[in-house]
């Protein structure tokens, strides 16, 4: 198993940018696909971004693509989200996920999930 821990989110401006963590423990981080997902208040869950296990290969829903960037550091066990130009319809809960198998497309279904961290983007 994998325990996922997230950090970074906030309150920014429209415009501005934000760096989510997500901190991994337990099994070895290099062994599992991860990304991040987001669900906005009354909405449901959306793809965010996810990336291979080695990091070589990431894909982005089309609504963050050009300012979202996912990232991993497999030595500090930890991915990352880096979003710039932040606009107020990224306003949300983000959650990191992980995988050992199930595809990038297939994020939303993955086994080991954090606990979510807020984004905020006001206008």
């Known amino acids: 198993q994998v325990q996922l821990v997230e950090s970074g989110g906030g309150l920014v401006q429209a415009g501005d940018s934000l760096r989510l963590s997500c901190a991994a423990s337990?099994?070895?981080?290099?062994?599992?696909?991860m990304g991040w997902f987001r669900q906005a208040a009354g909405k449901e869950r959306e793809f965010v971004a996810a990336?291979?296990?080695?990091?070589?290969?990431?894909i982005y829903a089309d609504s963050v693509k050009g300012r979202f960037t996912i990232s991993r550091d497999n030595a500090k066990n930890t991915g990352y989200l880096q979003m710039n130009s932040l606009k107020p319809d990224d306003t949300a809960v983000y959650y990191c996920?992980?995988?050992?198998?199930?595809?990038?497309?297939?994020?939303?279904?993955?086994?080991?999930r954090g606990q979510g961290t807020q984004v905020t983007v006001s206008s």
């Open positions: 337990g099994r070895t981080f290099t062994i599992y696909h």
């Open positions: 996920a992980a995988d050992l198998n199930r595809p990038l497309r297939s994020l939303l279904e993955y086994t080991y």
């Open positions: 990336i291979t296990k080695s990091g070589v290969s990431t």
